[in-house]
């Protein structure tokens, strides 16, 4: 049984960390603001909610798994309003840039 | 495995102090020194010193982070002196000759290296606090940390000193960010859950990793958010609760020191028997003027004439 807990929580953190990678490909490859900034927080919040999720059977008690979500939950919204913030002054950026 | 992590980890906090240090342009060199801070909180929690982590992350990484940022955005761009090659090598050398000096210290203590650490433990029940390193600070060091607390207030004077005398006590500048729904809306949410979480970690401080600085901390960066997304304007200087705020910490830690004299027979002494709501409300203290300190030393000197 506890083997088949690490092998949940090595799966999902795994596939976890491909999406942060994922999205660091993302970063340094695609040409353009907007398009970063899209794949930085989509891969970001993904990767996150997965690893959040594969170290709930990990946590000590309800108590610690609640923290857990805690975290991913104050993350989603600040990462949430960053990107929306970076990517409002990236588009100003970029109509000044084209006037 | 824990070596490879953690070897990791130490590459990590190299690539970006290497970064902060040789970078051209000062914004990616302050955004590496923001990250370096937060690797090397991480470090601090592979150290085993969770409090340190949190110190770290919070007022090195944060809000020494956010004032270096704000001072890249102010200074003209390409006005600085760029370093000479003799100055960089001396630098370069003096900074491995510090840490040649740092390793050999460390690596050469001897096995076990010396600690105070069961002097701690063995003082730590009589004061009521469950961690020691909150004890270390408010109890056996209190006089380090009124130091502190003093030397926080005399860095905020030295900044209002930069404003021109005919903007002294005037009115801060805000933090310029243009108005922005998601801003409004993160400050409106995250600042209430901000407050709850700085004040707990002041106060679970006494038994668990946390303390006065930390939730300090916190405490400022809400306040600072709340500023940031124009909810509320920045603090009018001449305000007397604002002073007040400020010189709460130093005061109250210096009249409970003195008091202690007259008391309990010797400088910064607490009374035996009440030892723990003393260490708590000077906690209180301490943890106010921190947060008001923290905030007011980004917000910067004042710009313009007081109104």
Known sequence: MTLLVHMFTLATVGAGLLFFVAGLVGLLRLPDDLTRLHALAKADNVGLALIVVGLLPQAASLLDAGKLVAVWALLQLASGAVAQLMAEVAAREAKEGGE | MNLVLDGALALLVLLAAARATLARQPLPAVVAFIGYGLALGVAWVRLGAPDVAMTEVA????????????????????????????????????????????????????????????????????????????????????????????????????????????????????????????????????????????????????????????????????????????????????????????????????????????????????????????????????????????ALLVLGPPKERAP
């Open chain 2, 59 to 294: 007022v090195g990484g944060g809000v020494t982070g956010l004032v270096l940022l704000r001072a890249v955005s102010a200074a003209a761009a390409g006005a600085e002196a760029a370093a000479t090659p003799v100055r960089r090598v001396a630098a370069l050398a003096l900074s491995l000759v510090v840490f040649a000096a740092l390793a050999g210290v460390v690596v050469g203590l001897p096995e076990p290296a010396p600690s105070l650490a069961e002097a701690v433990a063995t003082h730590l029940p009589p004061t009521g606090l469950g961690n020691p390193i909150t004890g270390v600070l408010i109890v056996f060091r209190a006089l380090d940390t009124l130091l502190e607390t003093v030397v926080l207030l005399l860095a905020l004077i030295g900044v209002w000193s930069l404003s021109p005398d005919r903007s002294w006590a005037g009115a801060l500048a805000g933090l310029d960010a243009p108005p922005s729904g998601a801003l409004d809306f993160l400050a409106r949410v995250i600042a209430p859950v901000g407050l709850v979480v700085g004040i707990y970690m002041f106060w679970a401080g006494a038994d668990v990793p946390g303390g006065a600085f930390q939730g300090g901390a916190v405490l400022a960066a809400m306040g600072l958010l709340v500023i940031a997304a124009g909810i509320r304007p920045p603090p009018r200087l001449q305000c007397r609760s604002l002073r007040l705020m400020l010189l709460a910490g130093p005061f109250a830690f210096l009249g409970v020191g003195v008091a202690g004299w007259f008391v309990a027979g010797a400088f910064l002494d607490y009374p035996a028997g009440i030892e723990k709501p003393v260490i708590i409300a000077v906690e209180v203290a301490i943890t106010l003027s921190i947060a008001v300190t923290l």
